[in-house]
């Protein structure tokens, strides 16, 4: 498997099949004397920003501070819990129980839900 090529921005599905997101980073563990190993993947705006630039790092994590973001760190996934790497990235885990989906029940909350006939089911 090439992990660049195979996992980094595709697509996160949970047990459920439930999108969390892409897959916005990876996280090598580097070992003396030993070959580097795969520890986890991350997803977030503050590791897409990290991809461009530091400073944009530090931006974005700003702005999701200010705009009240409960999480503005990546959350990330261990390697161990990844299932499948196909077109999407199966991983073994519950989207709902996880901060992954943290800009999309902000968004519902705070913009959403003040639309004028939006629907304001869960998704």
């Known amino acids: ?16 099949r439930r999108h969390l997101g892409k897959v916005d980073g990876i996280v090598i563990e580097l070992r003396d004397g030993e070959p580097p190993r795969l520890t986890y993947i991350e997803t977030g705006m503050t590791t897409l920003a990290r991809r461009i630039h530091p400073r944009l790092e530090r931006w974005v994590a700003a702005i999701e501070s200010s705009w009240g973001a409960k999480q503005s760190e990546p959350f990330r996934i261990p390697w161990s819990k990844v299932r499948n ?3 999407d990235v199966e ?3 519950e989207a709902d129980t996880t901060p992954a989906l943290g800009y999309e029940k902000w968004l519902r ?6 639309i004028p006939g939006a629907e304001h089911g869960n998704s």
């Open 109 to 114: 909350e705070h913009i959403i839900s003040r």
């Open 91 to 93: 991983v073994e885990i």
């Open 85 to 87: 790497v196909g077109i």
């Open 1 to 16: 498997m090439k992990i660049i090529r195979d996992v980094l921005d595709n697509q996160l599905v949970d047990s459920d």
